[in-house]
């Protein structure tokens, strides 16, 4: 069995989609949902559907706590889906090309410290973009910078509100983030 760890930091509608998609599948399970923020809506979503939770503060992130937990569980991936602090060094360096992280605009553009959420959004609303959509990629020690896995764009021109072109990009992410992590655990896959 494949396991994926999640890490989300807010209401966790991706990590509920990402549940949901794994939860008949017999080659891949969802091991764990961690969260820096004992607030946070993903945590009775997770308990809901029986997944262990974790929540950690910023000196267990940083001084291994949180690594620790990591390898307890021994993830072949790990799932940032709306986590909102950088992961440490010592965490990305021990998992190359097992950590990944879904970002709700097309970087390089929008992408960086304090670009996330409805901040994104704005952006790309006040910029008069035709189109925005979603970035998948690999996480290295910079903010939104590692290798792109998979990219979709929509067309916001009929977007009036940065309301609007969130519920659209949302809807991408729940169509392809689960199938995308889907491919990175079970190549063969054909979708
Ligand atoms: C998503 O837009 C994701 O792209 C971003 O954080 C948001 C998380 O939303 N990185 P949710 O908590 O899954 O609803």
Redesign the pocket.
């Known amino acids: 069995m494949k396991k994926i760890l999640l890490f989300?930091s807010?209401?966790?509608?991706?990590?509920e989609n990402i549940i949901n998609h794994f939860k008949h599948n017999d080659f891949v399970t969802v091991a764990g949902v961690f969260s820096n923020n004992p607030n946070a809506a993903?945590l009775p979503k997770a308990k809901a559907h029986q997944i262990p939770t974790f929540v950690f503060n910023r000196t267990e992130l940083q001084e291994g706590i949180v690594l620790q937990r990591i390898n307890e569980i021994q993830p072949d991936l790990i799932v940032l889906?709306?986590f909102l602090w950088k992961m440490p060094e010592t965490i990305v360096q021990q998992f190359p090309n097992k950590i990944i992280n879904?970002?709700?605009a097309l970087l390089p553009k929008y992408g960086g410290k304090g670009m996330?959420?409805m901040n994104v959004h704005q952006a790309v609303l006040e910029n008069k973009e035709q189109e925005t959509g979603i970035t998948i990629h690999y996480v290295n020690e910079q903010y939104d910078e590692g290798e792109f896995i998979f990219q979709q764009r929509v067309n916001i021109q009929e977007c009036q509100t940065s309301e609007e072109i969130a519920a659209k990009?949302?809807a991408l992410?729940h169509e392809h983030f689960p199938k995308t992590i889907e491919k990175l655990l079970t190549p063969d896959t054909s979708f």
């Open positions: 989300a807010g209401s966790g509608s991706n990590v993903v889906a709306g879904i970002h709700p996330y959420g990009v949302q992410e």
